[in-house]
């Protein structure tokens, strides 16, 4: 196995906060980028073709996406949230705790590789 990169301070923090965040989140927030993307095309009253142009991406690509037969790459969200006049935020939701990931590595026999200083 390669050698585990250390991680810094301003990482660690991040990850702290992101996770006690995600531990809050409600439930009716975990949607697919395509229930948003519908909900939101509807509330600006914009229809598949406008924001295909916004976009510059084929209007059945966006067809295909809002209808969950395509898993999109990160830049095509990117561009199709950034035409729908948002940001998209990617963030990761633990399943769980951290510590409890980390002994059932120990379990399974794993060799333990330091996270973090």
């Known amino acids: 196995m390669g050698k585990m990169k250390r991680t810094s301070l301003l990482h660690r923090r991040a990850?702290?906060?992101a996770v006690i965040y995600a531990r809050y989140m409600p439930a009716t927030l975990?949607?697919?980028p395509s229930d948003y993307i519908c909900a939101l095309r509807s509330a600006l009253r914009m229809s598949q073709a406008q924001l295909a142009r916004r976009c510059r991406i084929p209007r059945s690509h966006i067809s295909r996406i809002e209808a969950g037969m395509m898993d999109p790459r990160m830049s095509t969200?990117?561009?199709?949230f950034h035409a729908l006049f948002c940001g998209l935020l990617v963030m990761p939701i633990p399943r769980r705790h951290l510590g409890e990931a980390l002994a059932e590595r120990r379990l399974e026999g794993r060799p333990e590789r330091k996270l973090w200083d």
Do not use: S
């Open 30 to 32: 975990m949607l697919l």
């Open 77 to 80: 969200l990117r561009r199709i």
């Open 15 to 17: 990850l702290n906060q």
